[in-house]
């Protein structure tokens, strides 16, 4: 029996592609910039699975192009780049990777949490360009950690993560914004829920780790950043558009934060102009919170095994859409 098509939209672990390759006949785009969105189009023509990454929109008008598409199976935990609902009423499931990237990515925003503290990157900048002519008592001054309030926008897996580094090695008090109550943080971290207007008000340092959906879009905005104290850093190893990124560059150039550090930005990637990569007072890196062996290894094997579950009928390891299950497509 023939082998089920899919396409895989870049190069990644061959934990996955392996799996993948045995299993599917697989046609695996190789170059290091994403395909297209008419090559996409092209490819889902005859496929019977998609292995997508963040980079790829998957909406309604492309999934109509793909009448053999079974399943999407996004190489991410966030999935805010597919139409979810679109898929569901085609009958295709979606698959995404959680859990495998929640120490990495939090070890990530801590860094972010500190390099932007203590002005890692500025004073490398300044080291570098050779100004380094003697130890400066007023010089290169940042803030403290120990002790502060650290504040999390959503309180999930990767959120708890990030507060348990500030409360376990930090003494940090944590204080959050989430929908939902996560009671074990509130019990083992004495995390207190509190409104979005007293997590700007309260927190030294804030963390972004809420999904990307309407109410979260747009939220760190010039309102927000105004009511921030103005030693404030503020973190995002979410999603860019969860940022006003005008409005914080606004914020930073004014002094109404002290500092940002960013793995995401809106569009990805920035302009070369973008105001944020020329601010002392911003660190910027190329999205790579979830950047670690073991986490990307893990992400391809979660990533293959759904998209095998998806051509072959079986529930998925990590499905997005589970109510699809009884109207799935054969
Ligand atoms: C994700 O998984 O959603 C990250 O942003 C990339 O690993």
């Known amino acids: 029996m023939a082998k089920p098509r899919v396409f895989v939209t870049r190069l990644i672990p061959e934990a996955g592609l392996a799996k993948i390759r045995a299993a599917c006949d697989a046609e695996i785009w190789t170059e290091p910039l994403p395909p297209s969105a008419d090559i996409v189009r092209q490819k889902l023509a005859d496929c019977d699975g998609l292995l997508s990454l963040l980079t790829e929109r998957i909406d309604g008008p492309l999934l109509d192009v793909a009448p053999k598409l079974k399943v999407v199976s996004n190489y991410a935990v966030g999935y805010n780049n597919i139409d979810i609902p679109a898929a569901t009423e085609r009958g295709i499931c979606v698959g995404n990777t959680p859990g495998v990237l929640t120490d990495a990515t939090a070890d990530l925003a801590f860094a972010l949490l500190m390099a932007a503290s203590r002005r890692i990157v500025e004073s490398h900048t300044w080291t570098l360009a050779g100004h380094w002519k003697t130890w400066e008592p007023l010089g290169h001054i940042g803030q403290d950690l120990v002790g502060r309030t650290i504040g999390i926008a959503g309180l999930g897996r990767i959120g708890t993560a990030m507060a ?82 005008a409005d914080l560059v606004e914020a930073l150039k004014s002094g109404k934060i002290f500092a940002a550090g960013l793995d995401v930005t809106d569009p990805e990637p920035p302009r070369i102009d973008n105001p944020l990569l020329h601010l002392p007072n911003c660190v910027v890196v190329p999205h790579i919170a979830s950047a670690t062996v073991s986490s990307r290894n893990a992400m391809a094997e979660i990533a293959a095994d759904n998209l095998i579950a998806g051509v072959t009928g079986q529930p998925l390891r990590a499905w997005v859409n589970p109510k699809v299950a009884d109207q799935r497509r054969k």
């Open 164 to 245: 348990k580094r500030c409360h376990g090695g930090w003494g940090m008090k944590v204080i959050y914004h989430d929908m939902h109550h996560n009671e074990q943080a509130e019990r083992e971290l004495g995390a207190v829920r509190v409104d979005f207007d007293t997590l700007l008000r309260e927190s030294d340092f804030i963390s972004v780790h809420a999904d990307l959906n309407d109410t979260t879009r747009g939220m760190f905005n010039a309102a927000a950043f105004a009511k921030m104290k103005p030693t404030c850093v503020f973190v995002n190893t979410a999603r860019g558009p969860h940022v006003v990124e």
